[in-house]
């Protein structure tokens, strides 16, 4: 057992019960589960499951300025989850959850039927975070060597809001987390 994961998990265990996102139909842990199931049942590998999992770890983090998870506020958490998690824990990890919302900017500017898909949640906070990407920022994004699991990632964070999804609990992704340390 490592403690960095018992950390992880006693904080889905304390914080997570808030609704995901300030309105989606799931908590921020049934969120993250979903996320983890649908890149599980798409054969994505041990370390995309465990990003998965952790991609939004920066919304349940506690000591965080409370305006981090203000609706009107983009508080980043892409970027304050990964910054801790790559402390502890590999690229692959690491990378798709610090992407995840610019892949999210990528897929509304690079595939015509994306943004239809977007929960309004998820609409409401693609404009605080600077709306579609621009044909440059396209092309920059497609040079990240992670952009694709961010990609595959992102696809199944919008999945990941179904109230009525029956998962497997956080300890089943023990192991998965277990292959991303470093």
Do not use: W
Request: net charge negative.
């Amino acid at each position: 057992m490592d403690p960095i994961i018992d950390q992880i998990l006693e904080t889905y265990y304390q914080y997570g019960d808030e609704l995901y996102d300030g309105g989606e139909a799931v908590t921020q842990t049934e969120h993250a589960l979903q996320t983890a199931y649908f890149i599980q049942q798409e054969k994505g590998s041990d370390t995309l499951v465990a990003a998965a999992l952790l991609h939004d770890y920066g919304h349940v983090m506690h000591d965080i300025p409370e305006n981090l998870t203000t609706p009107d506020i983009d508080g980043k958490h892409e970027i304050v989850g990964a910054a801790f998690l790559s402390q502890h824990f590999i690229p692959a990890v690491t990378e798709p959850g610090r992407l995840h919302v610019a892949a999210k900017r990528y897929l509304c500017a690079a595939d015509p039927d994306y943004f239809s898909q977007l929960s309004p949640v998820s609409v409401r906070s693609l404009k605080l975070q600077g709306g579609p990407f621009s044909a440059i920022q396209v092309k920059a994004f497609e040079s990240n060597p992670h952009f694709k699991d961010a990609i595959q990632l992102r696809r199944c964070d919008e999945k990941g809001k179904d109230p009525d999804l029956q998962t497997p609990d956080l300890e089943y992704y023990r192991p998965f987390l277990e292959a991303g340390l470093k």
